[in-house]
C-alpha cells in the first residue's frame, strides 16, 4: 500500500477496500458451491482459484499461498496431471512462491509445467528457448541469493 505523507493514498485505499469486499463475496460463493456441488467439482474449483487469486491481489499471501497448493492438488486428483486448468494452478503456485521469495520452490512448479507445455502442445524452437532461458534466469537469482545471504 502506497503512503501518501505518511498517510495511506485514498486510490490506494479505496482499492485495497475493495479487494477486501471482492474477498468476502468470493468466499460466499465458495461456501455455497462447495455445499452445492461438493469440494472438488470443477465449478467449486474455479471459485477457489478466484479466492487464492483475490487474496494475493490484497497481499495475504500467507493465505494465498496454502489455496494455491490445495488447489493444485485438487486438481491433480480431479482433472489430471496433464489437464489446462492443473498446469495453471502450477503456474499459480510458482507466482506465489515467487512473491514469498521462496526462489527455489519457485523453480519446481515452473519446470514441471515447462515439461508438460512441450511434451503435449510441442512448443515452437523459439518459444521452448525463452522459456528455458527464464528457468536460468530464475536458477542464478536462487544462487546469487545463497551466496549473497
Known amino acids: 500500500m502506497m503512503l501518501c505523507g505518511g498517510r495511506v493514498c485514498a486510490g490506494e485505499a479505496d482499492r485495497h477496500d475493495e479487494g477486501w469486499r471482492l474477498l468476502r463475496i468470493i468466499r460466499s460463493r465458495l461456501e455455497h ?6 469440494p472438488t467439482h470443477v465449478e467449486t474449483l474455479g471459485t ?33 496431471p496433464d489437464h489446462p486448468e492443473t498446469l495453471a494452478s502450477l503456474s499459480d503456485l510458482a507466482h506465489v512462491y515467487a512473491r514469498v521469495g521462496d526462489l527455489e520452490r519457485t523453480l519446481c512448479p515452473r519446470r514441471e509445467a515447462l515439461e ?23 536458477r542464478l537469482l536462487v544462487v546469487q541469493r545463497s551466496y549473497s545471504g
Open 33 to 38: 458451491r462447495a455445499g452445492a456441488l461438493g
Open 48 to 80: 477457489r482459484t478466484n479466492l487464492a487469486h483475490a487474496h494475493a491481489a490484497v497481499g495475504d499471501l500467507e493465505r494465498a499461498l496454502p489455496l494455491c497448493e490445495r488447489m493444485l492438488r485438487d486438481r491433480r486428483k480431479r482433472l489430471g
Open 116 to 138: 508438460h507445455q512441450f511434451r503435449f502442445e510441442a512448443l515452437e524452437e523459439s518459444k521452448f528457448l525463452r522459456a528455458v532461458g527464464n528457468q536460468n534466469v530464475l
